[in-house]
C-alpha cells in the first residue's frame, strides 16, 4: 500500500525516487529539496560542458543542430540562442492541459533525473524546477503531441517555457502568463545556455508522471476490487472452499495467494458464506476465481511498478556526459519503449478488474442467475427499474476499457526526415491507462453500490467487515427501496472509493489486509 499522504518531504538524489514520493509530491504537496551530492555533480558535469565550448570539438546538441540537423554545426556566439530555439520551437503540442498532478510530477522527475550528473545543465536550473513545484507554479502543458522517442518533446517543451518565463502557468488557482506567475510566486526566470534545453526536453517525464499516477490508481483500484468482490460473495451466498491455502499453494503466483488470503480475512465470521440453498457444488468463475483474476492483475502492477521506478531514477537525455572519464556519448536513453511496454500491460491489467466486476454485477441484477433475488434488486419490478441501468453504465465502461487497451506501443510512425525512424508511443500508453484506471474504480462504484442493496435484500449475517461497510455506504447511499434519482449515489460511490474512507476502515478492521 502507498502511504503518500504522510510523506511531507522528498529529496532528490537522482537514485531512490519511488512511485510513492511521486505521489506525495504530486498529488499531496510534499516539499521537495535536492541532495548536496546532486548539487556537486551537477556542477561537474556543467564543467564539462564549458570545457567543450571552449575546445570548439563539435558535439551533438552543444555545438550543432538537432535531429536531422545534427550535422549543422553551430558558432559559439550562437549556443545559448540555440537552446532557446528549441525549447520555443518544440512547444506545439494541443488537446487538454494536463492535468495538475501530472504537472507536478513531470516537474519533479525531469529535475530528478537531471540530479545524477550526466546532463550538463546549471545546478541553479534544476533548483527553479524544485522552486516551482514547492511555490504551486504550474506550467501549462498540452496532453497531445509526444511520440515518445526523443523523449516527450512537446510536452517538456511547454514545460520548459515557463522556466525561461515564457509560455502560461496557473498560479494559485488562475492561469497567467508564464513570467507574471513565476514573479507572483517570487522567483526569477532563466536563460538558457549550451546544452541546457536539451537536458530539459529529451527525457520520459511526462509518459512516467502520468503513467505513474495511473498505477497509483490502479494500486487502489486493485485493493478496493477485494472488499468489492467480496461484498458481492457474501451477497450471492459464495462458496469458501475456492480460497482454501492449499489450493493456492500448488499454484503460488504471489497475487494468487494474497487475495485469496484477503478473501479468508474480510469474510471471516460470515453467517452467508457457504449457505446457498439450494447447495451447489461450485460459484462461477467471476466468484470462484477472483484469486487467480485480481492476484494476476497485482503481479501485473508489481511489474510496472518495477519498470517505472527504474525509470523514474533513470538518466533519459541525450549525450550523456561522463566527466570522471571526460566522454560525452549518444545514444538512445530518451526512447520510451519500456515505459510504453509496460503502461501497455498496465492498461490491459486495470481494464480486467472491470471486465470481471461487471460480470459480478450481473449476476446480482439478473434473477436467473442471483439465487433468489429480486430481478434488478428492487421490488415492484416493472413499475420500478432498480439497478437495471447501473449494470448498463459499467458495461458502457467495461467496454469503453476493451478500445482503450488496445497496445499503443505495437505503432509507430517514423519522424524528423527519416532519423527518428521508430517511436515509442508511450505517452499514448500513459494517457490510455490513465483513463482506464479511472473507468476501472467508477465500475467498481457500481458493483460495490449493487453489492450493498444485494446484500440487503438477502439478509441474514455478513461478515463483521461487510457489516461494518454496509454501515458506512448507508450513510452515503440510503437503500433503494423504489426508483429514485441515483446520478447523487453514484457521485457518492466514486467518492469513497477514491478516497481512503473504504481503505482506511478495512485497514482498522483487518491490518493484514494487503
Not at 487467480?292 to 492483475?297: N, T
Not at 482506464?436 to 463483521?464: C, K
Request: hydrophobic letters at 45%; glycine letters at 10%; a negative charge.
Amino acid at each position: 500500500m502507498l502511504h503518500s499522504e504522510g510523506t511531507k518531504r522528498v529529496v532528490l538524489d537522482g537514485k531512490s525516487l519511488t512511485l510513492e514520493g511521486l505521489v506525495a509530491v504530486a498529488r499531496h504537496g510534499a516539499k521537495v529539496e535536492i541532495a548536496p551530492e546532486a548539487m556537486d555533480l551537477m556542477a561537474r558535469a556543467r564543467a564539462q560542458v564549458e570545457e567543450i565550448l571552449e575546445k570548439g570539438a563539435p558535439v551533438y546538441g552543444i555545438n550543432t543542430g538537432f535531429g536531422a540537423f545534427s550535422q549543422v554545426p553551430i558558432s559559439p556566439d550562437q549556443v545559448d540562442q540555440l537552446q532557446t530555439n528549441l525549447i520555443i520551437s518544440h512547444a506545439v503540442g494541443c488537446g487538454d492541459p494536463l492535468p495538475e498532478d501530472s504537472v507536478r510530477g513531470m516537474l519533479l522527475l525531469r529535475a530528478n533525473a537531471l540530479c545524477q550528473g550526466h546532463s550538463g545543465i546549471r545546478p541553479q536550473v534544476v533548483q527553479l524546477l524544485v522552486a516551482m513545484i514547492n511555490a504551486g507554479v504550474h506550467p501549462v502543458v498540452p496532453e497531445q503531441g509526444s511520440l515518445g522517442a526523443s523523449g516527450d518533446l512537446a510536452p517538456l517543451a511547454h514545460m520548459a517555457l515557463v522556466l525561461m518565463g515564457r509560455g502560461e502557468a496557473v498560479y494559485q488557482g488562475e492561469q497567467m502568463p508564464g513570467a507574471q506567475a513565476l514573479a507572483a510566486a517570487g522567483l526569477k526566470p532563466v536563460q538558457l545556455e549550451a546544452k541546457e534545453g536539451l537536458a530539459l526536453i529529451n527525457g520520459t517525464q511526462m509518459m512516467g508522471a502520468v503513467g505513474g499516477l495511473a498505477l497509483a490508481d490502479a494500486i487502489r483500484a486493485a485493493r478496493l476490487a477485494d472488499i468489492t468482490a467480496g461484498m458481492s460473495l457474501e451477497a450471492m451466498e459464495g462458496l469458501s472452499a475456492a480460497f482454501d491455502p492449499r489450493i493456492h499453494a500448488l499454484r503460488p503466483h504471489r497475487g494468487q495467494g494474497l487475495v485469496a488470503g484477503n478473501l479468508r480475512m474480510l469474510c471471516e465470521g460470515s453467517g452467508l458464506i457457504d449457505r446457498a440453498n439450494p447447495p451447489r457444488v461450485q460459484d462461477a468463475y467471476t466468484l470462484r476465481c477472483i484469486p487467480q483474476v485480481h492476484g494476476a492483475v497485482r503481479d501485473a502492477l508489481q511489474h510496472v511498478q518495477s519498470v517505472l521506478e527504474t525509470e523514474f531514477n533513470a538518466v533519459t537525455d541525450n549525450p550523456l556526459l561522463f566527466p570522471v572519464e571526460g566522454d560525452v556519448l549518444s545514444g538512445g536513453n530518451f526512447h520510451g519503449e519500456p515505459l510504453a511496454l509496460a503502461l501497455d500491460y498496465l492498461g490491459i491489467a486495470a481494464a480486467e478488474l472491470a471486465n470481471i466486476s461487471e460480470r459480478r454485477l450481473e449476476r446480482m441484477v439478473n434473477p436467473q442467475l442471483s439465487g433468489g433475488l429480486p430481478a434488478f434488486l428492487v421490488t415492484e419490478g416493472g413499475l420500478n427499474s432498480g439497478m437495471m441501468i447501473v449494470q448498463y453504465a459499467a458495461a458502457a465502461l467495461v467496454s469503453e476499457n476493451k478500445v482503450l487497451a488496445h497496445p499503443a506501443s505495437v505503432d509507430s510512425i517514423p519522424s524528423s526526415a527519416n532519423q527518428e525512424d521508430h517511436v515509442s508511443m508511450g505517452a499514448h500508453a500513459a494517457r490510455k491507462a490513465r483513463r482506464i484506471a479511472d473507468n476501472t474504480l467508477s465500475a467498481l462504484g457500481y458493483e460495490l453500490l449493487t453489492a450493498a442493496q444485494a446484500l440487503e435484500l438477502r439478509g441474514g449475517q455478513p461478515s463483521p467487515v461487510y457489516q461494518a461497510l454496509l454501515k458506512l455506504i448507508r450513510a452515503q447511499v440510503p437503500f433503494l427501496s423504489q426508483d429514485r434519482e441515483m446520478r447523487q449515489d453514484i457521485a457518492a460511490m466514486g467518492t469513497l472509493l477514491r478516497t481512503s474512507t473504504i481503505l482506511d476502515l478495512v485497514a482498522r478492521m483487518v491490518p493484514e489486509f494487503s
